[in-house]
C-alpha cells in the first residue's frame, strides 16, 4: 500500500517526469517544479535527507536526484549543460534579431534548450508573441533569419507564433504548463508577465513556479532604426493585403502537410507547428508511469 505523503509523491512525479527527458534535478528545480503540491523549500529539503526517499524510491547522485537506477543521467546532463553553453550565445544573438523585427513584441526560448538540456538535433525553439493581426507577415520575416541562421550552421525553430490578443492558452495540461514555466523570456519582457497573469492555471499543475526560471534579457536596439519605417508601410492597404496572402497561402500548405496533427493549429492569431506531437507522446508516457505505489 502506498504510505506516502501527498508532498512526497509530488517530488516522486516531478523526478519521473523529466527522467523521460534523461534530466536529473536539483532540489531547487525539484522545488520549482513541484506538481500540483505546494510546498516551502525547507519542506522539500527535510524530506529528501529525511532517509523515507532516498536512497529507496529515488538516487542521489552529487547535487542531482534521478530515479532508482538512473544515476547515469548526471554524466548526460553534466554534457548537456556544456552543449547549451555553446548554443545561449546564438540564442540571444538571434533572439534579439527577431525582437528587432516589426511587429514582435516578446520572444522567448523554449524546449530543451530553455532548460539547458538540448539532446537529439539540436536546434533552438523560440515562442514568438506579434502584434494582432500582423502575425504571418512577421513570421515571414523570421524564416528568413532562420535561413541566414542555416547557413551558418545555426538551426532555430520559431515554432509557436500567437498575437498579443491570443497570450491565453487554451490547452490546460502539464506538459503545456512546464513549458510556459521554464520559457526564457529574451525580449517584452512586459509582455511576458502578462502571459504569465493570463495563464494563472498554470499555477494548478506548477504552484511554486512563479515567474521565470531564468532571464536573459537582450538588446533590440541594432534593428530598431528600420522598424518603424518598416511598421508603417507595413500597415498600408498593400501592407494589410500581404499579411492576407500570406496567412491564407501558408495555412492552405501546412494543411495538406502528412503530420498535421491535434497539436498543430494555424489561425489569424496563432502559428503552431508542432508537427511531431511531441506533448501528446510525452504525456502518454508519464501516464504509464507507475512511480508512487
Known amino acids: 500500500m502506498n504510505d506516502l505523503q501527498p508532498v512526497e509523491e509530488a517530488i516522486i512525479r516531478t ?6 527527458f534523461d534530466y536529473p534535478l536539483t532540489l531547487g528545480e525539484i522545488h520549482r517544479y513541484l506538481i500540483e503540491v505546494p510546498a516551502p523549500v525547507s519542506t522539500v529539503q527535510q524530506i529528501l535527507s529525511n532517509g523515507r526517499l ?23 546532463r553534466q554534457q548537456r549543460l556544456a552543449a547549451a553553453n555553446e548554443l545561449w550565445p546564438a540564442a540571444c544573438y538571434y533572439g534579439s534579431l527577431i525582437g528587432s523585427l516589426p511587429f514582435v513584441k516578446m520572444v522567448a526560448v523554449t524546449g530543451s534548450l530553455a532548460v539547458d538540456n538540448p539532446y537529439g538535433d539540436v ?7 506579434t502584434e494582432n493581426d500582423h502575425l504571418w507577415s512577421c513570421r515571414a520575416m523570421v524564416i528568413l533569419l532562420v535561413r541566414m541562421a542555416a547557413r551558418r550552421g545555426i538551426t532555430l525553430c ?29 525580449t517584452g519582457f512586459a ?25 536573459t534579457l537582450t538588446n533590440t536596439a541594432r534593428g ?3 522598424r518603424s519605417p518598416l511598421e508603417q508601410l507595413l500597415r498600408t492597404r498593400p501592407g494589410n493585403w500581404l499579411e492576407q496572402w500570406e496567412m491564407q497561402r501558408k495555412i ?3 494543411s495538406q502537410d502528412s503530420r498535421v496533427n491535434s497539436e498543430t493549429s494555424f489561425t489569424p492569431d496563432w502559428c503552431k507547428g508542432h508537427f511531431d506531437a511531441h506533448s501528446q507522446r510525452i504525456l502518454n508516457k508519464y501516464a504509464t508511469m507507475r512511480v508512487t505505489e
Open 224 to 226: 530598431r532604426a528600420l
Open 191 to 215: 509582455v511576458y508577465q502578462q502571459l504569465r497573469q493570463l495563464n494563472g492555471w498554470v499555477h494548478n499543475f506548477l504552484p511554486n513556479a512563479e515567474g521565470p526560471g531564468k532571464t
Open 15 to 20: 523526478v519521473a517526469y523529466v527522467d523521460i
Open 158 to 186: 520559431p515554432n509557436y507564433f500567437v498575437t498579443e490578443r491570443a497570450l491565453a492558452f487554451p490547452t490546460h495540461n502539464l506538459y503545456i504548463a512546464r513549458e510556459i514555466a521554464q520559457m526564457v523570456p529574451l
Open 252 to 254: 492552405h500548405r501546412f
Open 54 to 76: 532516498v536512497p529507496h524510491r529515488l538516487s542521489r547522485e552529487q547535487e542531482f536526484f534521478t530515479l532508482p537506477g538512473r544515476e547515469q543521467l548526471v554524466h548526460i
Open 123 to 129: 536546434d533552438i525553439d523560440y515562442f514568438i508573441v
